[in-house]
């Protein structure tokens, strides 16, 4: 059976095997590998502090998350499309592994973020 999202080393596991998924995908996945040439060693740990932030109360996140999707979409446009793919995934990575609040908080933090910074990126493409 699976359980709730209940500790870092349960974010670990999401995070870790999201981006497993994502990196295959030829839609978001390439913004990581070509656009950007992620160092995947830096970023990874920033994604687990920033989602204990979110989900478990955690204070190691410093940074401006939205900061450096600006510069992605100076490049490469981060369109609609694209934060709907990686919610399909993320949804999909987090109902594979957990089951519970904390999973069900992960997917609505995840989408309101993901909503706020499409409309956001697409209005600064429009001005
Ligand atoms: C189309 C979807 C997205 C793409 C292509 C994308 C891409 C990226 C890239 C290229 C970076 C910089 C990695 C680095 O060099 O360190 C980054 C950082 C980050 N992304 Fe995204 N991202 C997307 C959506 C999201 C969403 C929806 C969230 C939150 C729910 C998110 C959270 C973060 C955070 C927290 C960072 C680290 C910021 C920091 O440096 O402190 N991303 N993303």
Do not use: C
Request: charge should be negative; avoid cysteine.
């Amino acid at each position: 059976m699976k359980h709730d999202i209940e500790t870092r080393e349960d974010i670990i596991e999401f995070v870790n095997a999201f981006y497993g998924n994502m990196k295959p995908d030829d839609l978001v996945g390439h913004i990581f590998l070509e656009v950007e040439q992620v160092d995947f060693a830096k970023h990874l740990p920033k994604m687990y502090d920033f989602w204990e932030m979110l989900l478990l109360d955690g204070s190691n996140y410093r940074g401006a998350p939205m900061q450096p999707h600006f510069r992605v979409n100076e490049k490469t446009p981060l369109t609609p499309a694209h934060f709907d793919r990686w919610l399909e995934m993320f949804k999909e990575t987090i109902d594979s592994l957990f089951e519970g609040p904390k999973a069900e908080e992960a997917k609505s933090k995840a989408f309101n973020i993901a909503s706020t910074w499409s409309y956001k990126l697409e209005y600064l493409r429009k001005l």
